[in-house]
């Protein structure tokens, strides 16, 4: 039977209609965002940024396997305690900062266990690849659930600065200050992953105490896969298991027609 020409004109334009719009879905559909929550956003408002110290986290490369991950921060201070020159802080007082990590490079020239920089010594990037706890998530078994898996992991530090005892050698009159530390995203894209950034603490205080308080900061980063993966995913699978279906529909056929297989269903089974 022969379609007509209005019939196969049908045929075309819901063909490239269906093709466009599947185009534009897979466009327009979440490829990664990266966030602070709402309410560490309306926390750190809170505090004016030159009563702050910001800290930009760069996520670099997630492994699932090893739930690690690899990341880069940068750490801000207010004008008072230095400069910006070029991608690095020049900073005016003695400043340190402990981090914690399975692995971290403060980029420093000492052999410290945490990072030293003196009066105008340069503030750079920070290296550092974190192991994942899973504590800021519900459920710390949701890393076998794939695609549906998410992970979490805990930036916990201090940063200070010397700001009194400068003039003399003795460490005991020292007097160090902190700030409260607002930890923020600095990523553009994490293949195949999206990051919420939350603040917390470590459950002797609320959250809003332990930021203002400025004496440790601590964000958990929860990752989880992008909704343009589980898309992928879902049309793989539906692909996979339309082929099974058909090859089962054509063994079907076979068996109740009592025919053999034919060279052309083989075929169009295949395709």
Known sequence: MHLGLSKKSLFWI??????????????????????LDAKSQKLQDKVDIEKRINVDVQLIEFDPASQTLK???????????????????????????SIKAAQIDYNTNNDLSFGYWGVLDDLRSINLELNADNFGIDNRANDKWFPFDRYSLS??????????GMDTEDEADDVWESLPVAVQNYTESLSGWSAEFNMS???????????????????NIILERTSLNKALLFLLGLIFLGGG????ILFRSILMSHRPPTLSGLIWAGS
């Open 14 to 35: 819901i063909a490239v209609t269906v093709f466009i719009g599947f185009v534009t879905f897979l466009n327009v559909i979440d490829s990664g965002t990266y966030e």
């Open 71 to 97: 990341a880069r921060i940068w750490i801000t201070p207010p004008e008072k305690y230095g400069y910006a020159e070029g991608p690095s802080f020049q900073v005016l007082y003695a400043t340190r900062a």
């Open 155 to 164: 930036l916990v530090g201090s940063i200070d600065f010397r700001v009194g």
């Open 201 to 219: 603490s470590n459950g002797a205080k609320s959250v809003e105490s332990f930021y203002l308080d400025g004496t440790y900061f601590y964000s």
């Open 245 to 248: 279906f058909s090859m089962l």
